[in-house]
């Protein structure tokens, strides 16, 4: 797919402080996608992001990908804390949920578009393909984009982010998500930290600890979104945690 990306320049930008690491995927949540880049280049909002991609596939640059600009907000991945000098932040024209909470599906035309970009932008700077995250790893409890209708196993298999298929369900007992004084608890919040969330491994299945299993649940397992730390939950985020730390561990 050739990429044809026209230019509106945002002046909400200012100097990288970190090493490009990660690739940060959000939706616009606005009626339409005029109305968010007039947001994203308004000076008083004070928000921008690289790319601003249309449902049919248009490609807008608003920041340069040298410059830092400012779609993370409060966050943290895998230690990192200014994820806005770390990444590379696209948002994907959506309205989000509907007053009844359904979330329809990205367009073909603009997911096509997306995975063109990410790997432009992957070769060009040497990034690692799973680096590919969403908006709601780096801010669990704060925000929920790109949402649970952002088909991740499609991006996977267009070479992007990480999925596991036939994940093996554990012989676990379920964590509710007002559990305390449970052994589980440590083990799960370690493995969590481990995957890349910004997590206190306190053993208190508290509010944040419920955010982020919220939040994995959101990008792993859509269908049901509880911040339950159910049997199939646990097994998936430690099949994700085995996975992810045997790749950084084979480079």
Same mark, same amino acid.
């Given at each position: 797919?050739?990429?044809?990306?026209?230019?509106?320049?945002?002046? %909400?930008?200012?100097?990288?402080?970190?090493?490009? &690491?990660?690739?940060?995927?959000?939706?616009?949540?606005?009626?339409?996608?005029?109305?968010?880049?007039?947001?994203?280049?308004?000076?008083?909002? +004070?928000?921008?992001?690289?790319?601003?991609?249309?449902? *049919?596939?248009?490609?807008?640059?608003?920041?340069? #990908?040298?410059?830092?600009?400012?779609?993370?907000?409060? &966050?943290?991945?895998?230690?990192?804390?200014?994820? %806005?000098? &770390?990444?590379?932040?696209? #948002?994907? *024209?959506?309205?989000?949920?509907?007053?009844?909470?359904?979330?329809?599906?990205?367009?073909?035309?603009?997911?096509?578009?997306?995975?063109?970009?990410?790997?432009?932008?992957?070769?060009?700077?040497?990034? *690692?393909?799973?680096?590919?995250?969403?908006?709601? *790893?780096?801010?669990?409890?704060?925000?929920?984009?790109?949402?649970?209708?952002?088909?991740?196993? #499609?991006?996977?298999?267009?070479?992007?982010?990480?999925?596991?298929?036939?994940? +093996?369900?554990?012989?676990?007992a379920d964590l509710p998500s007002?559990?305390?004084? #449970? +052994?589980?608890?440590?083990?799960?919040?370690?493995?969590?930290a481990a995957f890349g969330y910004?997590?206190?491994?306190?053993?208190?299945?508290?509010?944040?600890?419920?955010?982020?299993?919220?939040?994995?649940?959101?990008?792993?397992?859509?269908?049901?979104?509880?911040?339950?730390?159910?049997?199939?939950?646990q097994s998936l985020i430690y099949?994700?945690?085995?996975?992810?730390?045997? +790749?950084?561990?084979?480079?």
């Amino acid at each position: 797919m050739s990429l044809k990306i026209q230019t509106h320049s945002s002046p %909400n930008h200012d100097a990288r402080r970190q090493k490009l &690491s990660h690739i940060i995927l959000h939706y616009t949540d606005m009626e339409t996608p005029q109305a968010a880049l007039r947001r994203l280049c308004d000076p008083a909002a +004070k928000v921008s992001a690289h790319y601003l991609l249309h449902a *049919d596939g248009q490609i807008v640059q608003m920041v340069e #990908e040298s410059r830092r600009a400012w779609h993370a907000g409060v &966050s943290s991945w895998q230690g990192e804390s200014d994820m %806005n000098s &770390s990444s590379i932040g696209i #948002e994907l *024209d959506h309205k989000g949920c509907d007053a009844q909470g359904h979330m329809a599906a990205f367009p073909e035309a603009q997911r096509q578009s997306l995975y063109a970009l990410l790997g432009d932008i992957i070769e060009r700077h040497g990034l *690692d393909p799973r680096q590919v995250i969403g908006h709601s *790893d780096i801010a669990p409890g704060r925000k929920t984009d790109p949402g649970e209708a952002f088909d991740w196993a #499609e991006l996977y298999a267009a070479g992007f982010g990480l999925w596991l298929s036939d994940v +093996k369900l554990e012989a676990v007992a379920d964590l509710p998500s007002d559990a305390a004084g #449970e +052994k589980a608890i440590v083990p799960l919040q370690k493995a969590l930290a481990a995957f890349g969330y910004g997590l206190e491994v306190d053993g208190v299945y508290g509010q944040q600890t419920r955010d982020v299993v919220a939040a994995f649940q959101r990008h792993f397992r859509a269908t049901r979104i509880d911040g339950v730390a159910d049997a199939e939950t646990q097994s998936l985020i430690y099949a994700y945690c085995r996975a992810s730390l045997a +790749k950084a561990d084979a480079g």
